[in-house]
């Protein structure tokens, strides 16, 4: 174990320059996918270290629930550890759990609360509410994914508009954007390090729909139109959707993309570019912290596994 098992923790910060490089240089299909993956892999392993520092460096502890050969001053030798980092695991551990159980049981409440509100209604793919707050929002889940977009909305948008915004809200229902944001939610509760990739993967996730939503209805200007109007009616309304499913982001870049040319279409940057290293980067710290969490674990399973009595 030794220094090893620190790493997953502090390993996270390879992957910041791919966050921002991801959201101007690969296609937000591909960024959004990178981003969720890169996440969720360094977020669990920062997790499992944290919970193999809390064994360790607390077997000593009077009063802990471990068998006693654990505290064994050859296990103890064979097993490097540091009880101040022990002691500081365990509050930290409980927070990431109960921060995460918590972000999981909102987003859930959210979801049902929501799907209770549409019970009475057909059981249309859209779903428009009479509301004088604007707003529109994927819902997924329940019997079936739901779109819902308020009257008030609808009024203030062209026909064209309004195929454009279905087409947006339904390119993230299709692609299943609500799992990979939430992915990187959790990943960032878990490791407050990995809070930039959450951050640019809620945009690349928009670029995404965007971009899906052009392919839909022919016109990358229709999208960008739509999405300015709604924006700019809905500012300040508080949007009911789902914890940490898809927001705005930053509109005026949204828009900015779209008037400008699509994105290539390539999933796989050259190496000899600064996406291509980023990436390549992110992926080595990604390795090295799975690597790093397995060995460690592993040697103290067998080591405490032997040093347990039958």
Request: some cysteine; overall charge positive.
């Amino acid at each position: 174990m030794g220094v090893f098992v620190f790493l997953p923790l502090v390993l996270p910060l390879t992957a910041w320059p791919i966050a921002r490089l991801a959201e101007q240089h690969l296609h937000p299909r591909t960024a959004t996918r990178l981003l969720a993956a890169v996440a969720g892999v360094m977020a669990a392993c920062s997790t499992v270290c944290l919970g193999l520092l809390m064994v360790v460096g607390t077997a000593q502890l009077p009063g802990n629930p471990l068998p006693d050969g654990w505290s064994d001053p050859e296990v103890r030798e064979a097993v490097p550890y540091d009880e101040v980092a022990g002691r500081l695991a365990i509050p930290a551990l409980l927070t990431v759990l109960a921060v995460c159980g918590r972000t999981l049981w909102r987003h859930g409440r959210v979801r049902r609360r929501a799907h209770r509100v549409l019970a009475g209604l057909p059981g249309t793919e859209a779903a428009v509410l009479p509301d004088e707050l604007p707003y529109a929002y994927a819902l997924p889940g329940g019997r079936r994914d739901r779109i819902v977009v308020s009257t008030a909305l609808l009024d203030c948008l062209q026909p064209a508009e309004r195929r454009a915004l279905f087409a947006h809200e339904r390119a993230h229902l299709t692609a299943g954007h609500h799992k990979f944001l939430l992915a990187v939610q959790l990943a960032a509760r878990a490791n407050p390090f990995l809070r930039p990739l959450s951050t640019a993967a809620h945009y690349t996730a928009e670029r995404w729909a965007d971009e899906d939503a052009a392919g839909r209805v022919g016109s990358r200007r229709t999208v960008a139109h739509a999405i300015g109007k709604a924006a700019l009616v809905s500012r300040g309304t508080p949007a009911p959707t789902p914890a940490g499913f898809a927001a705005a982001g930053p509109v005026p870049r949204r828009v900015a993309a779209l008037l400008g040319p699509a994105p290539a279409a390539r999933s796989r940057p050259s190496v000899f570019t600064a996406v291509g290293l980023a990436a390549w980067g992110a992926a080595a710290g990604t390795a090295v912290s799975a690597m790093s969490s397995a060995n460690s674990a592993v040697t103290m399973v067998l080591i405490l596994q032997a040093a347990t009595p039958l």
